[in-house]
Every structure is written in C-alpha cells, then in structure tokens.
C-alpha cells in the first residue's frame, strides 16, 4: 500500500532534549512538508522540501530543522530552542504538479514536560 | 499573500440535517481550493479539490462545494448529515507555481442524534 508513515504515534520528552521525528512516503512524491496543528490554529507550515538536499522555511521554522537525504525520507528535529514544542506534528507530501493536493500521515504527538 | 477563512470555528447539525461550512478565500488570481477532513488524532484526508475545471465539484462521502468567483467563497455541503460525519474541517488554497498551502483555522463538525 501506498502512503505516508510517521512514528512514534506518541511521544514524551524532558525539556531540553532534542527529539526527531520520522516521516516516510512511497508514493514518489518529490515534495514533502512538516506542519504543525495547536488547537484553534489550524495548521502552520514548519519547513518544506522539493528535491532532495534543499528545503525551505516555513512560516514557524525556529527551533525546528530538517534533512532530505533521500525522497522518501524527511525527518523533523525539535531542538531545545523551540520554546513551546508540545503540538501534533504532521508531515505531508505532494508530486510537483499544478493543482497537487497534498497527502498526508497520521502524525506524531509529541509532549514535552 | 493569500489567506482562508472559515466562518465558524464549531458548528452543530441534527442527523439527517444539511451541513453547510464555509470558507472565503482571498487570492489574487484564481486559486486551487481543497476540503480536508481530520478526524480525532488522526492525519488530514483530502474530501474535494477544485482546480478550474466544473466550479461544482462532489467529493467524498457526499459532499460537494461550489466554488463562485464574484464571492470569494467555497462552502462544502452535504444534504444529509450522518453521525460519521463528526470530524474537524479544514478549508485550504494554493496559487499556480506556489506548492505551500494555506489552510483556514478549521471547523469542528458536531452531529446531534
């Protein structure tokens, strides 16, 4: 089956500790996003990548960072300067076409205590 | 820069009632608009797209928008509402040559049996 993976589902870490989060896709799709959901905000656009070895900021990017190694791997670290980590992380991703809609995983809740 | 609004942030249906949410979006040029939907601690599933082909388009599940240029506007509706249909909405745009999405603060959907 096609789709997108992210794991873990849940995750808990002490503040100041760097957390990754992981985010598969087979669907070969060259464009691939990491958002992040708080309540009553809808979703904001953390960093996004179009091919391998660049991606872009987004609108929330500080205290965030990513790598694209290869296409289907897109992984977000929360680093200790992000001041207020504790949200649900989904990542997404899309083939590079007019009118794309985006695909997404099942996201990552992650807690920071 | 373009934005989405979604008129709303909680609105209740009885079962078997029509379900109308909204959204205003504004763009310079004609957009590409999208329904998602998200059910609790889950990822976004794509209902309907519109990419300037019918300006009605029915996506899944039952529901349809209408997109109406004079208005600025794409309401998903659905005539009848069935419990299943509880969920958060989420109302999104995307410009020609841009691959970011812009999504709307969403909609929680609550159906009263």
């Known amino acids: 089956d096609g789709g997108i993976t992210q794991s873990p589902k849940y995750l808990f870490r002490k503040e100041g500790q760097n957390v990754t989060l992981s985010c598969e896709q087979n669907?070969?799709?060259?464009?691939m996003y990491w958002y992040r959901q708080d309540p009553g905000q809808g979703l904001r656009l953390i960093y996004y990548?179009?091919?391998?070895?660049?991606?872009q900021k987004g609108d929330i990017a500080e205290g965030y960072s990513v790598s694209r190694e290869k296409k289907e791997s897109f992984p977000l670290t929360v680093t200790s300067a992000q001041k207020n980590p504790t949200a649900f992380y989904l990542c997404?991703?899309?083939?590079?076409?007019?009118?794309?809609?985006?695909?997404f995983g099942p996201g990552t809740r992650l807690t920071v205590t | 820069a373009q934005s989405v609004t979604q008129l709303g942030s909680h609105v209740s249906v009885s079962e078997g009632a029509l379900v109308l949410l909204r959204c205003n979006y504004s763009?310079?040029?004609?957009?590409?608009l999208f329904w998602y939907v998200q059910y609790p601690n889950q990822g976004l599933q794509l209902l309907l797209k519109?990419?300037?082909?019918?300006?009605l388009v029915k996506g899944i599940n039952g529901f349809e928008a209408e997109f109406k240029k004079s208005e600025t506007s794409f309401h998903l509706t659905k005539p009848s509402a069935h419990m299943s249909d509880a969920a958060e909405y989420f109302c999104?745009?995307?410009?020609?040559?841009?691959?970011?999405?812009?999504f709307g603060t969403g909609t929680r959907l609550t159906i009263i049996p």
């Open positions: 997404a991703s899309s083939p590079l076409l007019a009118g794309g809609e985006q695909y």
């Open positions: 669907l070969n799709h060259d464009a």
């Open positions: 990548s179009q091919i391998v070895n660049d991606f």
């Open positions: 763009s310079s040029v004609p957009p590409y």
């Open positions: 519109y990419t300037s082909a019918a300006t």
């Open positions: 999104a745009v995307k410009n020609f040559g841009n691959e970011k999405l812009t």
